[in-house]
């Protein structure tokens, strides 16, 4: 018998038609080294050429189509107890990749790659992004597509996985790692958050459901009226450019971190910070830098000069980290765009009412009071 043995239970699924094995495989992770990440984060689709082909394959229960060598598999046992003990428990070990176990991401990221690989050297010409159990192929026509489309399948299916022809979305929209992928549009899909925690269930649910919002949090719906205005296009524009698209066309946004500092943090050093992440972001999504970096700084006094930039980038030592090694050029006028006039003013500070201030008009001087002893 297997000395990691450890007993199974059965839990129902949240769509209440489906069930999964809940396995405490805690035991046997403590002796497993660790493989570390091998895909540290998901592929971004805003990074597809535009205009090109897509398909996105859902590989059904990817875990389980991954076979273990036989010499470790007795160390995957498991016990299935009876209801009030009415009979011996019955012993069972895994086949397949199990869930839980620590390795068990790395090793499906890894298995699924290997039989990528061939096809995206036969299909060089077509992009191919996989992450776990989805398979994005794009493609800039519809004959390459089908060809890429094809030897994917077969690749897969050689191999033992399962997949399901309706599962395959050849149509916009594209579901996608959480995103809805459209001709011309990529945003999140609606997710459905339970408000009411009463269980540990619901808990888990809820801190799930804010993993999948997590990258995107610059699609909340308090933003949609401001970013995607611009996308409906100007009517008043010259009769030349007339029937044309938006030139602003965005493929990310950067934000600031939502925890502040405690110390008082100047204009120059946020600037800095959003650089920074935008450098190391657009290194990471297209490997490569900017051509040009708008720094648009606004004094009271007008614009800022280059005489002052030049200053402030001897000076200012966020600026300079944040600019270390960047070969291309700096800007600092403010681009024409009208999206760039609006998201870099500073929105107005509250005033507040006379009511408010009068209320509140004791708390300003307190009189010392002498309590009895």
């Not at 091998?38 to 394959?57: C, F, H, R």
Request: glycine share 4%; hydrophobic share 40%; proline share 7%.
């Amino acid at each position: 018998m297997s000395p990691w043995n450890s007993p199974v239970f059965v839990i129902q699924k949240s769509d209440k038609t489906r069930w999964r094995l809940f396995q405490d495989l805690r035991q046997i992770n403590e002796v497993i080294e660790d493989m570390g990440a091998l895909q540290p984060g998901m592929p971004s689709p805003t990074m597809l050429p535009k205009d090109w082909n897509l398909a996105v394959i859902d590989i059904k229960d990817c875990f389980f189509q991954i076979p273990l060598h036989p010499d470790d598999a007795p160390r995957f046992a498991f016990s299935v107890p009876n209801i009030n003990r009415e009979a011996p428990r019955k012993r069972y070990h895994w086949k397949v990749l199990p869930q839980g176990m620590k390795n068990s991401l790395v090793i499906c990221q890894w298995y699924v790659s290997s039989l990528l690989s061939p096809v995206r050297a036969a299909a060089h010409q077509a992009i191919i992004h996989h992450y776990m159990d989805d398979v994005l192929v794009c493609a800039p026509n519809d004959d390459l597509l089908t060809h890429a489309l094809d030897l994917t399948v077969n690749a897969l299916i050689a191999a033992g996985f399962e997949l399901q022809e309706q599962k395959i979305q050849k149509m916009p929209p594209w579901k996608y790692l959480g995103l809805e992928i459209g001709k011309r549009t990529i945003v999140p899909q609606k997710l459905a958050i339970k408000t009411k925690i009463r269980t540990l269930a619901d808990v888990h649910q809820l801190c799930g459901a804010f993993n999948w919002v997590r990258p995107w949090l610059g699609d909340l719906p308090h933003l949609h009226g401001m970013i995607f205005q611009w996308d409906k296009g100007v009517t008043s524009v010259p009769r030349k450019d007339r029937g044309g698209r938006d030139p602003l066309l965005i493929i990310e946004w950067v934000f600031l971190s939502h925890q502040r500092s405690k110390r008082m943090t100047r204009l120059q050093e946020l600037m800095a910070d959003l650089i920074r992440k935008a450098r190391i972001w657009i290194q990471e999504l297209a490997g490569c830098d900017f051509e040009i970096i708008h720094v648009p700084i606004r004094l009271k006094s007008g614009q800022i000069s280059k005489a002052m930039l030049e200053h402030l980038l001897q000076e200012n030592e966020a600026l300079q980290f944040a600019l270390d090694s960047y070969i291309g050029q700096i800007s600092i006028h403010r681009p024409a765009h009208k999206i760039c006039g609006e998201v870099l003013c500073r929105a107005p500070q509250r005033r507040l009412s006379p009511n408010w201030c009068r209320s509140t008009s004791a708390l300003r001087h307190p009189q010392p009071r002498v309590l009895a002893a």
